[in-house]
């Protein structure tokens, strides 16, 4: 399979070179060049996750890995479960948080760091990667202690939960961290000036680890088809909405891509908090990003979310129907009401959760039932939840291990000179 760069279709490349590459020239995103439409979707709902999930991707990855080469990425990078948890009569939940830490990415950094380590050939490499919250510690437990990989991370000081910073801070080794004294934002922005320097670039082997690598947006394909597979026993034939809450909306792009394979996904609510631009962008047609504002979604905290053109790329081609999209901003309030309300249903959950909840949970028609992702684990968001809820809540053993560990991040303004010294020392 050959991808090609959404700026400029003259550059195409193979799996391997894409998930090396990151991002194309002038910034643009590598997207699969032809989307096989799967005729035996039902058949493959019957499979197990990992076997099901070799079928799913192995055309993405024709001529760069073999079924069998796959089959042993996935089987070591899917090695827990996506669970689909009911939460009432037409609502349920899909859990992406049983992995090692804890939150949606791990699936696809493991299946990156596993693809990487295949296509490197001993090549020295720099994963640098932005994180609002869960991606640090799920690219740097997936590449922690590879060799010839150095992994470093920028995050907005002051502005993720302390135990999400603990679960990557904490490492040490071939993880480095550096706390920017910007948003999230600032910290996006400095991973691509560093792509943009062609000579930093090329000294340092650099890559990054972000959602904009669509072999982490492959994998996260596969979790959407094992909810369907999972939720089928409870569905009756009611038509399946997708409420994701979105930041980059790399999670979206993964869910439209399975629709165009066949995974018979009805339609999708896009949830965001106060960082609304994609919602606001739906009604009005103008791209009109604010400055980013801090919420207790952190992790949701991107006004100018980099896999947005994907997304439009698929609407516009008709490779998804704009029909099938609805967007809905869900302010700080009812983001807690909604935890409340989750809550007094039995379920615990936590603010991410809580928006993509809210945004679907009145809209549904009786046909209908609707999957809203739970992307981290409730106590990832301890502080937040606790006071939410007025109750404490318990530390998974994950969290619990790195709570007392020290932080090893240095601060850094958000100045591209300092870290093109820092990376280049
Ligand atoms: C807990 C959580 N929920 C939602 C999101 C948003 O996902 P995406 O960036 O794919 O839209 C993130 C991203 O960091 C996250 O960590």
């Given amino acids: 399979m050959k991808y090609y760069n959404l700026k400029d279709n003259t550059e195409q490349v193979s799996f391997s070179q894409a998930v090396k590459q990151g991002l194309g020239r002038n910034q643009g995103l590598f997207f699969p060049e032809h989307i096989p439409a799967f005729d035996n979707v039902e058949e493959l709902l019957e499979l197990g996750l990992v076997e099901r999930s070799v079928e799913v991707l192995a055309p993405f990855v024709e001529g760069d890995l073999t079924k069998e080469e796959l089959l042993q990425v996935i089987d070591s990078a899917f090695n827990f479960p996506a669970k689909v948890n009911s939460v009432t009569e037409n609502v349920a939940s899909l859990e992406l948080y049983h992995g090692p830490t804890l939150a949606f990415k791990d699936f696809g950094a493991r299946f990156m760091a596993q693809c990487l380590s295949r296509f490197t050939d001993g090549e020295k490499i720099t994963i640098l990667t932005a994180t609002s919250g869960d991606t640090g510690a799920a690219v740097a437990h997936a590449f922690h202690g590879l060799d010839n990989i150095e992994v470093v991370i920028l995050y907005p000081k002051g502005k993720i939960s302390l135990l999400q910073e603990k679960m990557f801070t904490t490492l040490g080794g ?71 809450p979105s930041g980059n909306f790399g999670n979206l792009t993964a869910a439209m891509l399975a629709k165009a394979l066949g995974l018979p996904i009805e339609r999708f609510v896009a949830a965001t908090n106060a960082n609304d631009t994609v919602p606001r962008y739906l009604q009005t047609g103008e791209w009109a990003p604010n400055d980013t504002v ?68 009145n809209e549904l028609s009786e046909d209908e039932v609707g999957l809203f992702l739970g992307t981290a684990h409730p106590a990832k968001f301890k502080e937040v939840v606790e006071s939410i809820l007025g109750c404490p809540l318990a530390l998974p053993k994950e969290l619990a291990d790195c709570a007392s560990e020290q932080i ?6 958000p100045d591209f000179a300092e870290l093109r010294k820092f990376l280049l020392a």
């Fill in 174 to 244: 071939n993880i480095r961290t550096i706390a920017i004294e910007g948003s999230f934002d600032d910290c996006q922005a400095l991973v691509k000036q560093s792509f943009d320097d062609k000579e930093l670039a090329k000294a340092i082997g650099l890559n990054s680890a972000n959602s904009i690598n669509i072999s982490r947006l492959l994998a996260q394909i596969c979790y959407y088809f094992e909810a369907l597979a999972q939720l089928k026993a409870q569905q009756n034939d009611k038509k399946v909405v997708l409420s994701v």
């Fill in 408 to 413: 090893l991040s240095i601060d850094m303004a």
């Fill in 294 to 361: 801090a919420t207790i979604s952190n992790a949701m905290d991107v006004s100018n979310p980099n896999n947005w053109p994907r997304i439009e790329f698929m609407l516009q081609e008709g490779i998804i129907d704009k029909s099938s999209l609805t967007s809905k901003m869900i302010d700080e309030e009812q983001t807690q009401a909604a935890v409340i309300a989750l809550n007094n249903l039995g379920y615990l959950s936590e603010p991410h959760g809580g928006v993509a909840y809210k945004a679907m949970v």
